[in-house]
């Protein structure tokens, strides 16, 4: 796959050049690319956005109110939605990037000029990364401002509502006040938990997560609040909702879904080669057998246990299935997991170590030995 950063290369760069060359008196086309351009290769995604975003803050307008009314002019008309490609019409897509940063950094002076202009800036990407400087520097005047978005006919901007105001959205800066005290944004979520857009309905759900990882009884509280009358579309946010806590294996968020402890004998956990090298697949085989005199419903993970650098083994857990069992009834499941080199992680070779987690309990562990070729580990990824 080509990498992220690519999406800021030096098309694009002359893309937004071509559209400043039309609004500014003077502008310096080609001052402007060589000192981008020079520095663009070695320069990773949030940065080739950072870098563009500053080259433009130096030849727009210091005036927050005029440097706005010219970012306005150059968005790509929406004309056509589905498409997410810059060209000489206007720009859009990764485009928006840097675009945003400008109005994101530079243009809280111009407070509610710039959330508009952000409004209008979402459908042709996103936003969310950008109104979150308009949160940390008055977060009621934003918030205020943001919920009246909420009716707004088109869902991605509904949707900037719900992931512009996550505590801790990727790639994002983080919202230390919201982290702190979560529930100014409560009643937005709750707006919109029954929207008509599955898109919108996911970032509520991805907002939630964020604050299970801080107030997880907060939002078992109101996971179970929302069950009452649910729609399928919003049980289906509410189990996304709650997907770390239950990974987690926290007791009160499996029981709002109906999952109560698993009764359950593991007569066996094993893998099927004792030594796997970093490329190749694991595969593992499990026999369980209830020991309930009821059916009970089991919501199945396995966990990897690899090691780090000090040794220690670290778990991570993989969602597997959710199976329902007869009293007495056994069965034989397999899985196999590719494990892969990513840029996320470092493996270390030697023994690790895989489990089961059913219904929030751990059961068994089989290890089997990691062989990492040198060559075989990926690159970091960069800002």
């Given at each position: 796959?080509?990498?992220?950063?690519?999406?800021?290369?030096?098309?694009?760069?002359?893309?937004?050049?071509?559209?400043?060359?039309?609004?500014?008196?003077?502008?310096?086309?080609?001052?402007?690319?060589?000192?981008?351009?020079?520095?663009?290769?070695?320069?990773?995604?949030?940065?080739?956005?950072?870098?563009?975003?500053?080259?433009?803050?130096?030849?727009?307008?210091?005036?927050?109110?005029?440097?706005?009314?010219?970012?306005?002019?150059?968005?790509?008309?929406?004309?056509?939605?589905?498409?997410?490609?810059?060209?000489?019409?206007?720009?859009?897509?990764?485009?928006?990037?840097?675009?945003?940063?400008?109005?994101?950094?530079?243009?809280?002076?111009?407070?509610?000029?710039?959330?508009?202009?952000?409004?209008?800036?979402?459908?042709?990407?996103?936003?969310?990364?950008?109104?979150?400087?308009?949160?940390?520097?008055?977060?009621?005047?934003?918030?205020?401002?943001?919920?009246?978005?909420l009716g707004d006919p088109d869902y991605r901007v509904r949707r900037l509502v719900s992931e512009g105001t996550r505590p801790r959205l990727p790639w994002g800066v983080q919202l230390p006040q919201l982290v702190a005290d979560?529930?100014?944004?409560?009643?937005?979520?709750?707006?919109?938990?029954?929207?008509?857009?599955?898109?919108?309905?996911?970032?509520?759900?991805?907002?939630?997560?964020?604050?299970?990882?801080?107030?997880?009884?907060?939002?078992?509280?109101?996971?179970?609040?929302?069950?009452?009358?649910?729609?399928?579309?919003?049980?289906?946010?509410?189990?996304?909702?709650?997907?770390?806590?239950?990974?987690?294996?926290?007791?009160?968020?499996?029981?709002?879904?109906?999952?109560?402890?698993?009764?359950?004998?593991?007569?066996?956990?094993?893998?099927?080669?004792?030594?796997?090298?970093?490329?190749?697949?694991?595969?593992?085989?499990?026999?369980?057998?209830?020991?309930?005199?009821?059916?009970?419903?089991?919501?199945?993970?396995?966990?990897?246990?690899?090691?780090?650098?000090?040794?220690?083994?670290?778990?991570?857990?993989?969602?597997?299935?959710?199976?329902?069992?007869?009293?007495?009834?056994?069965?034989?499941?397999?899985?196999?997991?590719?494990?892969?080199?990513?840029?996320?992680?470092?493996?270390?070779?030697?023994?690790?170590?895989?489990?089961?987690?059913?219904?929030?309990?751990?059961?068994?562990?089989?290890?089997?030995?990691?062989?990492?070729?040198?060559?075989?580990?990926?690159?970091?990824?960069?800002?």
């Amino acid at each position: 796959m080509e990498p992220f950063k690519n999406n800021i290369s030096p098309r694009l760069v002359g893309l937004i050049a071509d559209q400043l060359s039309a609004h500014l008196d003077g502008f310096d086309r080609s001052g402007f690319m060589d000192g981008i351009l020079s520095e663009l290769e070695d320069l990773e995604l949030k940065d080739r956005a950072r870098l563009i975003a500053h080259r433009m803050h130096a030849v727009l307008p210091a005036d927050p109110g005029k440097r706005n009314a010219i970012l306005a002019t150059m968005l790509h008309p929406m004309d056509d939605p589905e498409s997410d490609q810059s060209d000489e019409r206007g720009i859009r897509g990764w485009g928006m990037m840097p675009l945003g940063m400008v109005v994101g950094l530079y243009g809280v002076d111009d407070f509610d000029g710039s959330l508009a202009l952000l409004r209008t800036m979402t459908p042709r990407w996103t936003s969310e990364f950008d109104v979150r400087y308009f949160l940390l520097a008055d977060e009621d005047r934003a918030l205020a401002t943001m919920t009246g978005w909420l009716g707004d006919p088109d869902y991605r901007v509904r949707r900037l509502v719900s992931e512009g105001t996550r505590p801790r959205l990727p790639w994002g800066v983080q919202l230390p006040q919201l982290v702190a005290d979560p529930s100014p944004t409560l009643p937005i979520l709750t707006k919109l938990r029954d929207d008509p857009e599955e898109y919108v309905r996911r970032s509520v759900a991805n907002h939630l997560n964020d604050i299970a990882k801080d107030h997880p009884d907060l939002v078992v509280q109101l996971a179970s609040g929302w069950m009452k009358d649910a729609t399928p579309g919003r049980l289906k946010l509410l189990r996304h909702a709650c997907r770390t806590l239950i990974k987690q294996g926290h007791a009160s968020a499996l029981r709002v879904f109906g999952f109560g402890p698993a009764a359950i004998r593991l007569s066996s956990l094993q893998v099927e080669k004792r030594i796997v090298t970093l490329g190749d697949s694991l595969a593992f085989a499990c026999e369980l057998t209830s020991t309930s005199r009821e059916r009970q419903e089991l919501i199945l993970d396995y966990v990897l246990h690899f090691r780090k650098a000090n040794g220690t083994l670290s778990p991570k857990v993989f969602k597997w299935k959710v199976l329902a069992l007869d009293p007495r009834q056994t069965i034989t499941l397999q899985r196999t997991h590719a494990v892969r080199a990513v840029t996320t992680r470092r493996y270390y070779a030697g023994d690790q170590m895989v489990s089961l987690r059913i219904n929030g309990q751990d059961f068994g562990e089989a290890a089997f030995e990691l062989i990492v070729p040198e060559e075989s580990q990926p690159s970091r990824i960069g800002k």
